[in-house]
């Protein structure tokens, strides 16, 4: 008896978690012929094309990157936000960060191990799965030198920006004629007393 009552609470809790469990995901529509990729860059596999206007389901969407892990037609995958929207306020919004929280969608990250154990095991391109995910950290690494690269690069800028404006200054100064009073009485140039 004690048996027939764990498994009526165990169905019970079952049935109440299960629509907690679909509220998680979020429902949305593909803007344009998307691929869905198996994984979050244009570098990944296609893993299907997402037709224009189709529903598709989002898990959940990297906060480092505009990628969000979507389903459609059965199977799973990754399309970028800017393919993407949801309705937001009785309205279309794209999926970006911005909207992440508003709409209920959780920020996930990416491990090619256990996604593609998890959805892509009778895929060609699952057998070189330690191929991608080598790749995977090599783009990583690349994108960390490019934003670091980014910043020197920006702060040279602003840098250069700032000396320039100075040396105007410095040749506004030296163009100006000996005695010439620039606030003042403009009668008395080009001799000012």
């Not at 979020?26 to 244009?42: C, F, I, L």
């Not at 929207?85 to 709409?103: C, D, H, M, N, T």
């Not at 320039?164 to 009668?187: I, L, M, Q, T, Y």
């Amino acid at each position: 008896m004690r048996k027939y009552l764990f498994s009526a609470a165990a169905a019970l809790c079952a049935v109440v978690a299960a629509p907690s469990l679909a509220d998680a995901a979020v429902r949305g529509h593909s803007t344009a012929n998307v691929n869905m990729r198996s994984g979050p860059s244009t570098s990944y596999p296609a893993v299907t094309v997402i037709p224009a206007g189709s529903p598709v389901t989002i898990y959940g969407c990297m906060s480092s990157v505009n990628w969000c892990d979507v389903a459609f037609s059965g199977g799973r995958g990754w399309v970028s936000g800017r393919y993407v929207q949801a309705s937001y306020r009785e309205r279309r919004v794209y999926i970006g960060p911005q909207y992440y929280r508003p709409l209920g969608i959780p920020t996930v990250t990416f491990e090619i191990g256990n996604y593609w154990d998890r959805h892509y095991r009778g895929r060609d391109f699952y057998r070189d799965r330690d191929r991608w995910d080598r790749d995977r950290r090599d783009w990583d690494r690349d994108r960390r030198d490019r934003d670091r690269g980014d910043w020197d690069r920006d702060r040279d800028r602003d840098r250069d920006r700032a000396d320039r404006d100075r040396n105007r200054e410095r040749d506004r100064d030296f163009r100006r004629p000996r005695g010439a009073n620039p606030g003042g009485d403009a009668n008395c140039f080009p001799r000012c007393p």
